[in-house]
């Protein structure tokens, strides 16, 4: 050894850490769907299958995102806005659209309100549809 050199270790070994795990998608829904049920909590989940709290996140995540990309989610059903019965003195108001209000949303999606609608209510709804 040089003078020059001063080293604090005679020899330095690499300790094999092991891999990284590698998660199939079928495992990683298990998972996140395990998460997802009450009252089991994020990180006692994480933990039992020996993740990261942060990796369970960004799959629930991850999971949500590719739901709301290919469709509904399992267990969701979708609305239906179906006309209420038309009453049977009136059959002139029906087929006048006065005072009825078309109001289209993000994604092609529409909204018929007639003009004697709660306006509380609509907003909620509206703020419902446009969050998805």
Do not use: C, N, Y
């Amino acid at each position: 050894m040089d003078s020059h050199t001063i080293s604090a270790f005679g020899r330095l070994d690499v300790v094999d850490a092991g891999r990284r795990r590698r998660w199939t998608e079928d495992e990683k829904v298990k998972i996140v769907l395990e998460s997802l049920q009450a009252p089991r909590l994020i990180s006692a989940t994480a933990r039992r299958h020996g993740i990261s709290r942060s990796l369970l996140l960004t799959w629930r995540r991850a999971l949500r995102a590719e739901r709301t990309d290919t469709g509904l989610a399992p267990g969701v059903m979708p609305a239906v806005i179906v006309p209420e019965p038309l009453p049977e003195r009136a059959p002139a108001a029906v087929s006048s659209d006065e005072g009825r209000m078309e109001i289209v949303l993000a994604r092609g999606r529409r909204v018929i309100v007639d003009a004697g609608v709660d306006a509380a209510a609509l907003a909620r709804v509206l703020d419902v549809l446009e969050r998805r």
